[in-house]
T-cell receptor, first 113, second 115 residues
Framework: NAGVMQNPRHLVRRRGQEARLRCSPM?????VYWYRQLPEEGLKFMVY????????ESGMPKERFSAEFPKEGPSILRIQQVVRGDSAAYFC???????????FGPGTRLTVL | QQQVKQSPQSLIVQKGGISIINCAYE??????FPWYQQFPGKGPALLIA?????SEKKEGRFTISFNKSAKQFSLHIMDSQPGDSATYFC??????????????FGKGTRLHILP
């Protein structure tokens, strides 16, 4: 029973490029959450999605960031025109439903050169 | 009001000692208080959680103490072992969660157990 899967585990981009981070939730989970973790900081909520719906994107920067969770396939966090400040670890979590325990993936470490 | 304040930022404990990490919150709507453990290069994993209807919850060497009136809760690790060295996050959320509710995390405590 695989856990939450994220890929790539490490991603290096130059300023101005696009970063695509993928998250496959645990089997049977239809709720996905994205978090960002900066060094020496806690986890900051970014966005909460269900299949084909964005439920809460209050933690997402208004520009350059977008997320989707299509009917088929993984959830995608997309960062356009990356800047150095986007360098962080991005974690995805999934749950059976809102209020249920969230299980975290191993994260994608994005480095922007 | 949505913050969860965690201290200390880092902690060094001798093997066999007791590690204590403290958290405080403001939002009285918070009703669920989990602790997560994160090893380097890994995602956070749920360690233990408490609801405010009890003042203490124990699982093995890990104990959560909860003080509802003070709006504080703490994690105690008894007989700390080098394998406990990790970053620990406290968190809080309402239960049940409405559409706009979310889990709020503390900034983390980096625990190092000396062998």
């Amino acid at each position: 029973n695989a856990g939450v899967m994220q890929n790539p585990r490490h991603l290096v981009r130059r300023r101005g490029q696009e970063a695509r981070l993928r998250c496959s939730p645990m089997k049977g989970h239809s709720h996905v959450y994205w978090y960002r973790q900066l060094p020496e900081e806690g986890l900051k909520f970014m966005v909460y999605l269900q299949k084909e719906n964005i439920i809460d994107e209050s933690g997402m920067p208004k520009e350059r960031f977008s997320a989707e969770f299509p009917k088929e396939g993984p959830s995608i966090l997309r960062i356009q025109q990356v800047v150095r400040g986007d360098s962080a670890a991005y974690f995805c979590a999934s749950s059976k439903g809102q209020g249920h325990e969230q299980f975290f993936g191993p994260g994608t470490r994005l480095t922007v050169l | 009001q949505q913050q969860v304040k965690q201290s200390p930022q880092s902690l060094i404990v001798q093997k066999g000692g007791i590690s204590i990490i403290n958290c405080a919150y403001e939002n009285t709507a918070f009703d669920y208080f989990p602790w997560y453990q994160q090893f380097p290069g890994k995602g956070p994993a749920l360690l233990i959680a408490i609801r405010p209807d009890v003042s203490e919850k124990k699982e093995g060497r890990f104990t959560i103490s909860f003080n509802k009136s003070a709006k504080q809760f703490s994690l105690h690790i008894m007989d700390s072992q080098p394998g406990d060295s990790a970053t620990y996050f406290c968190a809080a959320s309402p239960i049940p969660m409405n559409r706009d509710d979310k889990i709020i995390f503390g900034k983390g405590t980096r625990l190092h157990i000396l062998p």
